[in-house]
């Protein structure tokens, strides 16, 4: 994260079609996470078997939502399987199996 301002918005996925349309009432486990600037660590225990999808973006306003500025995103995005700056591949690049998953976070 580049600052400590707000909090990370992480929600895991683990149907295509939700993680493919950010259908956030279909993740299947959600979490808030206070920001700190550099690293920020989260786990999921629940999480046991199959295959998942993350994205998460860094809420620096604290209101839930991506804030834009005109076209230009103001917070940072990121999703599991994002080879820089990608940050939106499809629910099969960014499938993984439970356990430690890196994701960077790209802002514009």
Known sequence: ?????????V???DQAQAFDSLNFDQAVDFAAVPASKGQVVHQFP??????????????EYSDQDLNFN?????EGLGASGAPPPVDNPGFTAASFLPGPVRIMVHYE
């Open 46 to 59: 629940s999480l046991t078997a199959g295959l998942y999808a993350i994205f998460l973006f860094h809420d």
């Open 1 to 9: 994260m580049r600052n400590d301002q707000g909090q990370v918005l």
């Open 11 to 13: 929600a895991v996925f």
């Open 70 to 74: 005109g076209n230009t995103l103001l």
